[in-house]
């Protein structure tokens, strides 16, 4: 039977398989020899050891994809990046860090403004032209009202979606308003892991509908861009590539340089201000780093 793995924890992985139920699976000591770790979002094969327990063991992973090392997760279409408009403010640095980050990893990112009911109307325009107009699809959600909602569920469908953000921004209860009648996923799991011995908050796949997966990822409250240089970092500024080629010097970094056509697009009002004092950090901070 074939299913898709929605959590790993200390050796067991948790497959929602075809049939509608969730196995507890155990990996054959196969993927250990061949140096392959499951990953959550990984599609798999499973055989059924104990119908009435829901145990199984996981006896092959099918071809992935793509596989994400931060988070560590597997065949994922995109992402949706959940800021939210107050409580907390949006810190747009950090919201910068996850766009890199998904360019960098080759994942479309959607960005979603939550809590727009606590927005004044200028500020929500201004976010949504500022990441529109750099090339990404932006929505404006509330889900205490329920808006924007069937626009999220029309972005997700057919698609597996990791779902990113800090805490407090609205994640848990867009999910949940997403989920609809699905909300068997937690009680199931908790229900075979016993006593609660696990503690740690893993990532997990949450079934929205037929082939619609969203992927809840812990850890993502501040990110540092580890494995970049910063001459690396103005790539995955995607508003500044429509300029390539247009500077004087072949290796500008739109910084100090003379002849810039970013700084003149800047200048021009063409370039989103705030974005590119985000670039300006950025690109320090990688500098720092590499001196130490």
């Keep these: 039977m074939q299913g898709k793995i929605i959590k790993g924890i200390a050796g067991f992985y948790y497959v929602y398989a075809e049939d509608g139920d969730i ?8 993927f250990r020899k061949d140096n392959q770790k499951p990953l959550v979002g990984d599609n798999v094969e499973i055989t059924v050891l104990d119908e009435k327990e829901k145990e199984g063991s996981l006896t092959e992973i099918l071809p992935r994809r793509n596989a994400l090392i931060r988070p560590a ?93 800090p805490s407090g921004v609205g994640k848990s209860s867009l999910t949940n308003c997403l989920q609809g009648e699905i909300l068997m996923e937690t009680g199931e799991i908790s229900r075979k892991l016993k006593r609660g011995r696990h503690t740690t908050r893993h990532s997990q796949v949450i079934p929205i509908e037929k082939d619609t997966f969203l992927m809840d990822t812990p850890g993502f409250s501040s990110l540092s861009l580890t494995d ?31 002849g810039c056509a970013v700084k003149e697009a800047l200048e021009k009002h063409e370039i989103s201000r705030l974005r590119y004092e985000d670039y300006l950090g950025l690109h320090e901070e990688l500098k720092e780093k590499r001196r130490y």
Excluded: W
């Design 228 to 258: 970049m240089e910063e001459q690396e970092l103005k790539g995955y500024f995607r508003e500044f590539r429509k300029y390539e080629g247009q500077c004087r010097f072949n290796e500008c970094r739109h910084i100090h340089e003379p």
């Design 23 to 30: 196995y507890e699976c155990k990996a054959k000591g196969i």
């Design 73 to 165: 997760v597997a065949n994922v279409d995109q992402a949706l990046v959940i800021f939210a408009m107050e409580n907390p403010k949006p810190n747009f640095l950090l919201l910068d860090r996850f766009l890199i980050m998904m360019e960098q990893q080759g994942v479309p990112a959607v960005v979603c403004f939550n809590k727009k009911d606590l927005a004044a109307e200028g500020e929500l325009e201004y976010l949504y032209e500022t990441y529109n107009n750099c090339g990404y699809q932006v929505v404006l959600s509330s889900a205490l009202n329920e808006d924007g909602l069937e626009e999220i569920r029309e972005i997700l469908k057919g698609k597996t979606t990791v779902v990113a953000g």
